[in-house]
């Protein structure tokens, strides 16, 4: 299947033809069509399944044809997309930005964090498509700024996550405000009970998407699992990094303070690494991201709710230097890479305290994660005696490389380019008093 086959507009398709797209993901053959016939829909999908382009594309469809039938009309707020971190949201209005390049709609993106005056003034020059973070949206509501009476389209996104940052109350003010006559769209990665209480509240007689079952790992994400002593982490990752082959590696570390200092380790032994979370300025998180994704940054360490909804082209590797304690973020953490058809290595490491975690996550992944027993840092207590550091270099562990997509992989933002896997998303959300301290 193709795009053309979606019954799509003429600028549209050549707007994604402008990306470099040319086959939907599953998600987007299933719910696009739904969503031009302007149903309600429930969609559960994790991170990489192409979920922005799923909504977007149609919602841009619907609103032209609706400005077509009524044209000049003065510029109100007719879409909505909520989303819970800051990155997300920009990453999304760039989505909507570029799949809609032949179409005379205006979008903007709000969220805090930065001064609120250019976002005010574009909203009183009038938009069509507003993507927000709660608060803010809260913050620009209760100062008369932006209406919500005239919205037809409503996306709730990622509202597991919502819900994890402590966003749900928020959300149902929101709500409350919207008119009760609208199209919407609810997505999230897994579905607890009161996310499906909300859902229930939310929509009418919703068209079902389910593309990954709930709680699982993408299959063609290869896993594995090291004990490790907690003082001999570092030297593992080192150990681990000494392969060139390994290009990118995306780290997650429990704390804040933990990914400050895996990142100044690792530079201290020559291997590039930033760190990023919420201590980290907007422009900090911002410039570490970009460096990333351009590979000036080889390691990017960070803590969940910073790194929640990170895209970057082509991640071959995941490394959990900490298990989470909820299994549920584990799936999340090692689907930053295995993206829209491609495949990724996601490597764990677990001392004596996480063997609680990792009994949890294999527990809800349904399956038992491989362990590698030859390696330099083997635990003391696990069976075997730790090796010296001076064997490292004739045991180092082979460490295979991420065979390339089938041809079938996916784009950027969340469409397929040229059978390249890409997506564009985000993933720091604005700083909620329910946080904890420690991310």
Request: charged share 20%.
């Amino acid at each position: 299947m193709s795009f053309n086959n979606l019954q799509l507009i003429e600028p549209v398709l050549k707007a994604l033809v402008h990306e470099g797209y040319t086959t939907p993901t599953p998600i987007q053959q299933q719910a696009i069509p739904a969503i031009l016939e302007q149903k309600d829909l429930l969609g559960c999908a994790q991170t990489g399944t192409g979920k922005t382009a799923a909504f977007a594309i149609p919602i841009l469809q619907l609103m032209h044809q609706q400005q077509q039938q009524s044209p000049n009309g003065r510029r109100n707020i007719k879409a909505l997309i909520l989303t819970p971190t800051r990155e997300l949201a920009i990453q999304i209005e760039e989505s909507f930005n570029a799949y809609g390049k032949y179409l005379d709609l205006k979008h903007l993106v709000i969220f805090g964090g930065v001064n609120q005056f250019s976002q005010v003034n574009a909203l009183r020059r009038g938009i069509d498509i507003l993507v927000a973070t709660p608060g803010r949206l809260l913050d620009l509501m209760n100062q008369g700024h932006i209406s919500l009476r005239d919205i037809n389209f409503f996306v709730l996104d990622e509202a597991d996550r919502m819900l994890d940052m402590g966003f749900v109350h928020d959300v149902k003010r929101v709500i409350a405000k919207l008119p009760a006559k609208r199209q919407t769209l609810f997505f999230s990665a897994t579905m607890p009970p009161e996310i499906q209480q909300l859902a229930n509240v939310l929509l009418t007689n919703p068209v079902k998407v389910a593309v990954t079952p709930v709680s699982s790992t993408v299959e063609i994400i290869q896993q594995s699992i090291y004990f490790v002593d907690k003082q001999n982490k570092n030297a593992l990752l080192k150990d681990i990094l000494a392969d060139a082959d390994i290009k990118t590696v995306l780290v997650f570390a429990r704390t804040k303070h933990g990914a400050d200092k895996v990142a100044k380790e690792l530079n201290r032994n020559s291997i590039r690494a930033e760190a990023i979370h919420g201590n980290k300025s907007q422009n900090a998180r911002q410039s570490a991201l970009h460096n990333f994704k351009t590979r000036q940054t080889r390691v990017l360490v960070a803590t969940d709710i910073a790194a929640r909804g990170i895209d970057i082209d082509e991640l071959t590797h995941v490394v959990n230097y900490d298990l989470p304690n909820i299994p549920e973020t584990y799936v999340h953490r090692i689907g930053r890479t295995g993206r829209a058809g491609a495949s990724g290595i996601a490597i764990s490491f677990c001392d004596h305290e996480e063997k609680a975690y990792l009994k949890d996550i294999q527990k809800v992944i349904s399956k038992t994660i491989p362990v590698i027993e030859e390696h330099p840092y083997v635990m003391a207590n696990n069976n075997q005696q730790s090796q010296r550091p001076a064997q490292r270099a004739s045991q180092r562990p082979s460490f295979q490389k991420r065979p390339n997509s089938n041809g079938n992989g996916n784009g950027n933002r969340s469409g397929s380019r040229n059978g390249n896997s890409q997506n564009a998303n985000g993933f720091r959300g604005e700083r909620r008093r329910s946080f904890s301290n420690s991310y």
